[in-house]
């Protein structure tokens, strides 16, 4: 893969003049095709008596990918077309092109792949007079965690704070809670004003819904100061219908696609369409889109979404060589000193901390052991718990094995690259309803739109054992925004429901009586995961013995390293239930929940004890250090 020259691609300005440039292979002005820029200041753009001015690109053949279109625009301190106009000021400017096509006629309303930044609806825009951001002083000092201790907390802008703004004075409340790791749903330019944005038209900038590209670098600022990674969600293996390498070149009638196309799966041939990573523009499109993201906005990851549409195995053109080339691009910038990426570098001999994470639900096993991810997302552990938490008691064993990630990876090397490797553990994420739904569902809307249906909070204390056993497994817990006190809205399988619905924080849930007791019990065990090596990253062992607690709707196991062993007990029933356990060492036990008499005191080594496990809770026991 190559990196392609962002310099010279979008609109660059440089002292008030702005440079366009854009590949459009097969779009040639020997063919008669005409392509020109239309440009309007963001003040002027609804004015009726102020039109775009439009000014004509020019055609050359330039290397790797052919058709090459280029213009220069003076746009700084010269005269308005129309009285009144902003144009010539500083500030914002949306643009967008046109081709004018021998047989098509004229094509309007193309946006610019390249663009940095976007307005409203099809436009792309940039700023005149625009000031690069200057990142805080510790920020060069700045190291993503290691994968093991990162506990991860995935959020939607819009719904989570409403704009990048709201979202910057929520940092200090999430490193509070406990977590270290945030994944962001995608930031990418879409179409809609409420849109989950799986549907991209636009990859190197931040949507306009949500703020500027400074914005966004400044939570990301913000977010390391507060010892919080950023992770971003993109969507390589399927575009939008106005993404303009799809728009463009359907507008014109071409038989053949230089970028899109059916690659592998094609899950979103109903209302998207499908890359084609067997073009060498679209691997490189991507990967530069992944440099522009780790040099520019200094995310410390990706969460690579529907890996499916662009899986073609282990040695594939497609995601596993885009994830092998990230992680060969980082080593480089590396070695060269590059600033900022040294916060990957955990020293010789070390693996880079850079998160590679893959969403490949049909194979997560493999994805990451054939790979150069190191995480990967699976909804084992997620169905396990919710068959349990609807009543089939029989899945408790395969919820404690799935808590274990048995089948998973831990290291793989490859290339002399050393890669750890672990997989996600959720509950709840944005792809399905609350956790809750599951105990039970009531409709608040009076017209019965079953869009509004929700879980009910009265049952708050239901969600206790799964989220002890959550944050105390192996692997990489994740929380879904909200989870933390109780959200409780539901969700459609499949439709416009789901992502056409606004569903904001419902904030005050924080505050009432469901959510106060989850929100101290999941800071407890934020704390418990901190303060325990051997939690994050010890040996799991699951006590599957049907007899003994399975069919009392208890799970108990086991986190331990050398001397260090902590036993989780949670109960999923309606009643408390005494259980027997023989601690393999002997010693005093802390219960770390609640402490006080519920600590164990002169355990002997292999004797049994009587566990007293109350309903719909759990205990957690940590043998006491000398």
Same mark, same amino acid.
């Given at each position: 893969?190559?990196?392609?020259?962002?310099?010279?691609?979008?609109?660059?300005?440089?002292?008030?003049?702005?440079?366009?440039?854009?590949?459009?292979?097969?779009?040639?002005? +020997?063919?008669?095709?005409?392509?020109?820029?239309?440009?309007?200041?963001?003040?002027?753009?609804?004015?009726?008596?102020?039109?775009?001015?439009?000014?004509?690109?020019?055609?050359?053949?330039?290397?790797?990918?052919?058709?090459?279109?280029?213009? +220069?625009?003076?746009?700084?301190?010269?005269?308005?077309?129309?009285?009144?106009?902003?144009?010539?000021?500083?500030?914002?400017?949306?643009?967008?092109?046109?081709?004018?096509?021998?047989?098509?006629?004229? *094509?309007?309303?193309?946006?610019?792949?390249?663009?940095?930044?976007?307005?409203?609806?099809?436009?792309?825009?940039?700023?005149?007079?625009?000031?690069?951001?200057?990142?805080?002083?510790?920020?060069? /000092?700045?190291?993503?965690?290691?994968?093991?201790?990162?506990?991860?907390?995935?959020?939607?802008?819009?719904?989570?704070?409403?704009?990048?703004?709201?979202?910057?004075?929520?940092?200090?409340?999430?490193?509070?809670?406990?977590?270290?790791?945030?994944?962001? =749903?995608?930031?990418?330019?879409?179409?809609? #004003?409420?849109?989950?944005?799986?549907?991209?038209?636009?990859?190197?900038?931040?949507?306009?819904?949500?703020?500027?590209?400074?914005?966004?670098?400044?939570?990301?600022?913000?977010?390391?100061?507060?010892?919080?990674?950023?992770?971003?969600?993109?969507?390589?293996?399927?575009?939008?219908?106005?993404?303009?390498?799809?728009?463009?070149?359907?507008?014109? !009638?071409?038989?053949?696609?230089?970028?899109?196309?059916?690659?592998?799966?094609?899950?979103?041939?109903?209302?998207?369409? #499908?890359?084609?990573?067997?073009?060498?523009? +679209?691997?490189?499109?991507?990967?530069?889109?992944?440099?522009?993201?780790?040099?520019?906005?200094?995310?410390?990851?990706?969460?690579?979404?529907?890996?499916?549409?662009?899986?073609?195995?282990?040695?594939?053109?497609?995601?596993?060589?885009?994830?092998?080339?990230?992680?060969?691009?980082?080593?480089?910038?590396?070695?060269?000193?590059?600033?900022?990426?040294?916060?990957?570098?955990?020293?010789?001999?070390?693996?880079?901390?850079?998160?590679?994470?893959?969403?490949?639900? &049909?194979?997560?096993?493999?994805?990451?052991?054939?790979?150069?991810?190191?995480?990967?997302?699976?909804?084992?552990?997620?169905?396990?718990?919710?068959?349990?938490?609807?009543?089939? !008691?029989?899945?408790?064993?395969?919820?404690?094995?799935?808590?274990?990630?048995?089948?998973?990876?831990?290291?793989?090397?490859?290339?002399?690259?050393?890669?750890?490797?672990?997989?996600?553990?959720?509950?709840?994420?944005?792809?399905? &309803?609350?956790?809750?739904?599951?105990?039970?569902?009531?409709?608040?809307?009076?017209?019965?739109?079953?869009?509004?249906?929700?879980?009910?909070?009265?049952?708050?204390?239901?969600?206790?054992?799964?989220?002890?056993?959550?944050?105390?497994?192996?692997?990489?817990? =994740?929380?879904? /925004?909200?989870?933390?006190?109780?959200?409780?809205?539901?969700?459609?399988?499949?439709? =416009?429901?789901?992502?056409?619905? *606004?569903?904001?924080?419902?904030?005050?849930?924080?505050?009432?009586?469901?959510?106060?007791?989850?929100?101290?019990?999941?800071?407890?065990?934020?704390?418990?995961?901190?303060?325990?090596?051997?939690?994050?990253?010890?040996?799991?062992?699951?006590?599957?013995?049907?007899?003994?607690?399975?069919?009392?709707?208890?799970?108990?196991?086991?986190?331990?390293?050398?001397?260090?062993?902590?036993?989780?007990?949670?109960?999923?029933?309606?009643?408390?239930?005494?259980?027997?356990?023989?601690?393999?060492?002997?010693?005093?036990?802390?219960?770390?929940?609640?402490?006080?008499?519920?600590?164990?005191?002169?355990?002997?080594?292999?004797?049994?004890?009587?566990?007293?496990?109350?309903?719909?809770?759990?205990?957690?026991?940590? *043998?006491?250090?000398?």
């Amino acid at each position: 893969m190559n990196l392609m020259p962002l310099g010279s691609l979008g609109a660059i300005e440089t002292n008030g003049t702005v440079a366009f440039g854009l590949w459009l292979p097969w779009v040639s002005g +020997t063919d008669g095709n005409v392509v020109t820029v239309k440009i309007i200041h963001e003040a002027d753009q609804f004015l009726q008596e102020i039109p775009a001015r439009e000014f004509q690109l020019a055609h050359s053949d330039r290397p790797p990918y052919g058709d090459f279109w280029s213009t +220069t625009v003076p746009i700084a301190g010269t005269a308005p077309a129309a009285p009144g106009s902003a144009w010539g000021t500083p500030g914002r400017y949306v643009y967008r092109y046109t081709i004018t096509n021998p047989n098509s006629g004229k *094509l309007d309303w193309i946006i610019d792949p390249f663009a940095r930044e976007f307005g409203g609806g099809k436009q792309s825009a940039f700023t005149l007079g625009y000031q690069p951001y200057e990142w805080s002083s510790g920020e060069a /000092q700045w190291k993503t965690p290691a994968l093991a201790d990162l506990i991860l907390y995935e959020v939607n802008i819009a719904e989570f704070g409403s704009d990048l703004d709201h979202v910057r004075r929520l940092v200090a409340y999430l490193a509070d809670l406990g977590i270290n790791a945030i994944e962001i =749903m995608p930031l990418s330019n879409v179409g809609g #004003s409420v849109d989950w944005g799986y549907l991209p038209i636009g990859y190197f900038g931040v949507d306009e819904r949500f703020g500027k590209r400074s914005d966004f670098q400044q939570l990301v600022d913000i977010c390391h100061q507060h010892g919080i990674a950023v992770i971003i969600d993109v969507v390589y293996g399927h575009t939008g219908v106005d993404f303009p390498y799809y728009d463009a070149y359907t507008r014109l !009638r071409y038989h053949e696609n230089p970028f899109m196309g059916p690659f592998a799966k094609d899950y979103f041939s109903n209302f998207g369409k #499908s890359t084609d990573f067997n073009r060498a523009i +679209t691997r490189d499109y991507f990967y530069s889109a992944n440099h522009h993201w780790l040099d520019v906005y200094h995310v410390d990851g990706f969460r690579y979404d529907c890996v499916p549409n662009y899986w073609d195995g282990p040695m594939g053109v497609g995601y596993a060589n885009l994830v092998y080339q990230t992680h060969q691009l980082t080593k480089a910038k590396i070695a060269a000193g590059s600033p900022y990426w040294s916060r990957f570098d955990k020293g010789p001999g070390q693996p880079l901390a850079l998160i590679q994470m893959a969403e490949q639900l &049909e194979g997560p096993e493999d994805v990451l052991r054939t790979t150069y991810s190191n995480s990967t997302w699976q909804n084992s552990t997620f169905d396990a718990a919710r068959a349990v938490a609807r009543g089939d !008691r029989g899945r408790l064993s395969d919820l404690g094995l799935k808590l274990g990630l048995f089948g998973y990876s831990d290291q793989e090397t490859a290339n002399g690259d050393i890669i750890p490797k672990t997989a996600l553990q959720y509950i709840e994420n944005h792809d399905h &309803e609350r956790f809750l739904c599951n105990f039970g569902t009531y409709n608040p809307d009076e017209a019965g739109n079953p869009l509004f249906i929700e879980g009910d909070r009265a049952r708050w204390y239901m969600l206790q054992p799964y989220l002890i056993c959550l944050l105390m497994s192996k692997g990489m817990p =994740m929380l879904w /925004q909200g989870e933390e006190f109780a959200e409780n809205y539901f969700l459609p399988d499949f439709g =416009m429901g789901r992502v056409a619905l *606004l569903r904001p924080m419902r904030w005050d849930f924080f505050y009432d009586e469901s959510g106060r007791p989850i929100v101290s019990l999941v800071r407890k065990l934020m704390r418990i995961r901190r303060e325990r090596d051997h939690i994050r990253r010890g040996t799991y062992f699951f006590f599957n013995d049907w007899d003994r607690y399975q069919q009392f709707g208890i799970l108990l196991f086991a986190r331990y390293d050398g001397t260090q062993y902590t036993l989780v007990a949670v109960n999923t029933g309606d009643t408390d239930q005494t259980v027997p356990f023989w601690f393999p060492v002997a010693g005093d036990y802390a219960e770390e929940l609640h402490g006080g008499s519920l600590s164990l005191t002169n355990i002997s080594a292999l004797q049994p004890v009587a566990l007293r496990v109350p309903s719909h809770y759990g205990r957690i026991w940590t *043998l006491k250090r000398l």
